[in-house]
C-alpha cells in the first residue's frame, strides 16, 4: 500500500460512486502509538504500511478504509488481541442487555444465530428460552463454548441452510468485516420471512469521534464505520425495514478516556530534592511515596470527573448503537 492511495471506485455497501476523502492516519505513528498502548504492533506483521485513508459515501454514510482486505487484520491478530487482554471479550455489554429485552418482546422467535459469538456471552444469556448457534473464527473461543455447552462452530455463514433462523443478530462484528454488503445478504438468506437481524456496532458519531486517534477504532482493527444513516439506508439496498435503534448513553471509563485524549502527558520524574535524599537514606521510601502521590493525583483527578460526567451525559454521545432491522 502506498501513500499515493487509489480512491475507490464504489462504495462496498451501496455501489454509489459519490466517494470522500474522509480522515487519514500515518501508519509510521499507529505504530508507535500501538506499541506504547498495547505492547505490540500489528503492522509490520500485516505488512500494512504509508498511510491508512478512510472514505465517506455521500450516498449510504458508510465510512470506510480502504482497501479494506489489505487493512483488516487476521486471525492472528484477534488471537494476540484477545489473549493479552482479558478485557477483550467483555462479558457485561449494555447491547447484550438491550438485545435479550427486544427479543423477549418479538414474536414467533425460536432460532437465533450470533455470528462472531466470542465466548458465547450473550447466547449463554438466552439459551433457556432459544434455541441458540454461535458462529466464531477463534479456536480457543469455540472451545471456550463448547465447554459451556453451546453450539458455536467455525463454519462459514455461507453453509448453513436458507431462511433457517429466527433471528441473525451480530455484535461488534460488522465494523471489522471487509464486504458489508456480502455480509448482510448471507445474513438475510439465513433468514425467514418477517426474521430480524440485531446489529450493535460503534457509533460514529460517538463521543470518540472528537477524540483525534481512537487506535481501536481504526485499521487493522475496525475498517467500517456506520452511522444511523447508513443503517436507513439499508431500507433502499436490501429488502430491510428499520424496525429500532437504540444508543447507548455515555459510560464513565469512556468519558475518562475522552478526557485523556485531552489532558497533558505526566511530568517527567523530578530531581530528587536534598529532603528527598535525606528521607531515602534514612528510610528509603522515596519509591513508595511518589507512588502515594501519584495514586492521590489519580484519586482527585477521578472524582473532578465523577462530578462533571453527569452535564457530559447530556452533552456527549455514547459508543454503541444498536438497530433492529426486519426482513421484508
Ligand atoms: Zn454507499
Not at 163 to 187: K, M, N, Y
Not at 297 to 305: A, D, I, L, N
Request: include cysteine; charged fraction near 25%; glycine fraction near 8%.
Amino acid at each position: 500500500m502506498s501513500s499515493l492511495q487509489k480512491h475507490p471506485q464504489s462504495c462496498p455497501l451501496c455501489a454509489g460512486k459519490q466517494i470522500g476523502l474522509h480522515r487519514w492516519f500515518d501508519v509510521d505513528a499507529l505504530k508507535a502509538d500501538w506499541q506504547k498502548g498495547f505492547g505490540f504492533e500489528p503492522f509490520s506483521r500485516l505488512g500494512i504500511e504509508g498511510v491508512a485513508h478512510q472514505f465517506r459515501c455521500f450516498d449510504c454514510d458508510l465510512r470506510f478504509f480502504d482497501p479494506a482486505t489489505t487493512l483488516a487484520g487476521d486471525g492472528e491478530f484477534y488471537n494476540e488481541l484477545s489473549s493479552r487482554f482479558s478485557w477483550y471479550y467483555e462479558k457485561d455489554k449494555w447491547e447484550f442487555d438491550v438485545a435479550a429485552e427486544i427479543l423477549a418482546g418479538l414474536d414467533g422467535i425460536k432460532r437465533v444465530l450470533e455470528v462472531g459469538c466470542g465466548q458465547g456471552h450473550f447466547l449463554v444469556r438466552i439459551k433457556n428460552r432459544y434455541d441458540v448457534k454461535g458462529l466464531e473464527f477463534n479456536p480457543q473461543a469455540i472451545a471456550d463454548c463448547r465447554a459451556i455447552g453451546l453450539d458455536v462452530t467455525s463454519e462459514a455463514m455461507a453453509t448453513l441452510g436458507e431462511g433457517s433462523f429466527d433471528v441473525v443478530s451480530a455484535f461488534e462484528v460488522l465494523e471489522h468485516l471487509p464486504a458489508p454488503r456480502e455480509f448482510i445478504e448471507q445474513s438475510l438468506r439465513l433468514l425467514r420471512p418477517g426474521g430480524y437481524l440485531l446489529f450493535a456496532v460503534p457509533d460514529p458519531e460517538g463521543y470518540f469521534t472528537e477524540a483525534e486517534k481512537v487506535l481501536l477504532d481504526m485499521p487493522p482493527h475496525h475498517v467500517m464505520g456506520f452511522s444511523k444513516k447508513a443503517f436507513k439506508s439499508m431500507q433502499a439496498l436490501f429488502s430491510l425495514k428499520l424496525e429500532q435503534v437504540h444508543q447507548e448513553p455515555l459510560r464513565f471509563a469512556h468519558y475518562r478516556s475522552y478526557l485523556g485524549n485531552f489532558l497533558a502527558p505526566p511530568p517527567p520524574p523530578r530531581k530528587p530534592s536534598f529532603l528527598d535524599r535525606v528521607l531515602y537514606r534514612l528510610f528509603g521510601y522515596q519509591k513508595e511515596r511518589d507512588v502515594e502521590l501519584k495514586r492521590l493525583g489519580e484519586r482527585v483527578t477521578e472524582m473532578q470527573m465523577a462530578t462533571t460526567f453527569q452535564s457530559a451525559k447530556d452533552k456527549l454521545v455514547g459508543q454503541t448503537h444498536l438497530v433492529l432491522l426486519q426482513k421484508q
